[in-house]
Nanobody, 122 residues
Framework: QVQLVESGGGLVQAGGSLRLSCAASGFALDDYAIGWIRQAPGKEREAVSCISSRDGGAYYTEPVQGRFTISRDNAKNTLYLQMNNLKPEDTAVYYC???????????????WGKGSLVIVSS
């Protein structure tokens, strides 16, 4: 049974940091494109960051470039998102998601976690 379980969200002041973790079971992370999708209140889902299954490269949406870092520990089958210099506009539910496609898509992932809430206060 495939499961993705996120942890590490919470409340942080602007400029602070958080690290999200996603423990995967039932499949091997490196067989899929895997990443983080977020949804802010009243907004569409946005693919924040992804590790491609084609080349293992890390991709980021422009608003988080230079502040967020995605990484993967294959031995632990766990995905991470280190978020630094957080801004109020980063407030959202962050979902860990995986896809059999080579790249993440905000609305077309194969597997989803339940989400982890990140709130950044100004």
């Amino acid at each position: 049974q495939v499961q993705l379980v996120e942890s590490g969200g919470g409340l942080v002041q602007a400029g602070g940091s958080l690290r999200l973790s996603c423990a995967a079971s039932g499949f091997a992370l490196d067989d899929y494109a895997i990443g983080w999708i977020r949804q802010a209140p009243g907004k569409e889902r946005e693919a924040v960051s992804c590790i491609s299954s084609r080349d293992g490269g890390a991709y980021y949406t422009e608003p988080v470039q230079g502040r967020f870092t995605i990484s993967r520990d294959n031995a632990k089958n766990t995905l991470y998102l280190q978020m630094n210099n957080l801004k109020p506009e980063d407030t959202a539910v962050y979902y860990c998601a995986a896809t059999i496609a080579t790249m993440c898509h905000a609305h077309e992932m194969s597997y989803w976690g339940k989400g982890s809430l990140v709130i950044v206060s100004s």
